[in-house]
T-cell receptor, first 115, second 109 residues
């Protein structure tokens, strides 16, 4: 298995532009998580999906952020409009949930820089 | 206050030394995870445990549910162990992980 795939790996954009990050989870996994990592705050959950349905989006910073999972093999995280404070590494992880415990498999991350 | 606290924040050791990284949490959990993040940025799951102890090669993870504490031990440390080690927990109320700030480990030859 190729593992969790994220694209792009690096993105540099200007403030105000729309940014779309993409994730392909491991085949057969039923849950997908979007995390953001910054030096100041470490890793934080943004949103997670179970069986393609958003379960908890309380970590999404504000309305500029949106996430979709149209099918079991694809998810997007969109920021519109982007701001410099959105600069971070965004990780996607997938998991096969069993109860409340789950081993999560992380993608390589997308390093976003907003100028 | 973060629900997951790690110590130390930074750690430097000489090759061959025994290393311990600690993690304390303040909520009821269903599982605790130890993750490794290499300088290139990728994150790898090392252990998921809810009781007792697990061992994989030179790595050992223990958890004490009553004391809300876990430790990650590395025996016979090697420069390739240099990485950030992150403790994370599944709370009893959800699937998402709550993360510690990480421990940056440098093992020198």
């Amino acid at each position: 298995d190729a593992g969790v795939i994220q694209s792009p790996r690096h993105e540099v954009t200007e403030m105000g532009q729309e940014v779309t990050l993409r994730c392909k989870p491991i085949s057969g996994h039923n849950s997908l998580f979007w995390y953001r990592q910054t030096m100041m705050r470490g890793l934080e959950l943004l949103i997670y999906f179970n069986n393609n349905v958003p379960i908890d989006d309380s970590g999404m910073p504000e309305d500029r952020f949106s996430a979709k999972m149209p099918n079991a093999s694809f998810s997007t995280l969109k920021i519109q409009p982007s701001e410099p404070r959105d600069s971070a590494v965004y990780f996607c992880a997938s998991s096969l949930l069993a109860g409340f415990s789950n081993e999560q498999f992380f993608g390589p991350g997308t390093r976003l820089t907003v100028l | 206050k973060n629900e997951v606290e790690q110590s130390p924040q930074n750690l430097t050791a000489q090759e061959g030394e025994f290393i311990t990284i600690n993690c304390s949490y303040s909520v009821g959990i269903s599982a605790l995870h130890w993750l490794q993040q290499h300088p290139g940025g990728g994150i790898v799951s090392l252990f998921m445990l809810s009781s007792g102890k697990k061992k994989h090669g030179r790595l050992i993870a223990t958890i004490n549910i009553q004391e809300k504490h876990s430790s990650l031990h590395i025996t016979a440390s090697h420069p390739r162990d240099s990485a950030v080690y992150i403790c994370a927990v599944n709370s009893n109320s959800g699937y998402a992980l709550n993360f510690g700030k990480g421990t940056s480990l440098l093992v020198t030859p």
